[in-house]
């Protein structure tokens, strides 16, 4: 978002501010800002807004709107991990060891690993 879209960018969200459409620091529970998800201000105003709709992470989802954890209830979409069982060393017990977007994908190493793209 440089150049002209970053700067109308940064005037929307002043703007928004000043409406009093959020709070920078909203009060909210913990069970909507994990779970449940939160469709109001700030995040109904992205979801909504051109300059950022199309650009918002998957924790981002037009039936709740913002949840940190959005979709990862009973799924592991995206995440798959090797973990030690402790079998061998007892200090190695729950030690991830390997981390990929699937089994196929595991990897020691994620200095390679390729994240999405804004429009995924």
Known sequence: MGGYGGMGGLIKVEK????????????????????RGIDTG???????????????????????GFALFNGKQDTSENEC??????????????????WGKDSQSLREDLSEAKTCTWTG
Do not use: C
């Not at 991990?81 to 030690?95: A, F, I, K, P, R």
């Open 16 to 35: 928004m501010l000043e409406d009093e459409t959020d709070e920078l620091f909203a009060l909210t529970t913990v069970g909507d800002f994990l779970f």
């Open 42 to 64: 700030a995040a109904e105003w992205m979801m909504g807004d051109p300059l950022t709709s199309d650009r918002l992470p998957p924790v981002f989802r037009p039936e709740n």
């Open 81 to 98: 991990y090797q973990v030690e069982t402790g079998q061998e060393d007892w200090e190695q017990h729950t030690v991830i060891t390997k």
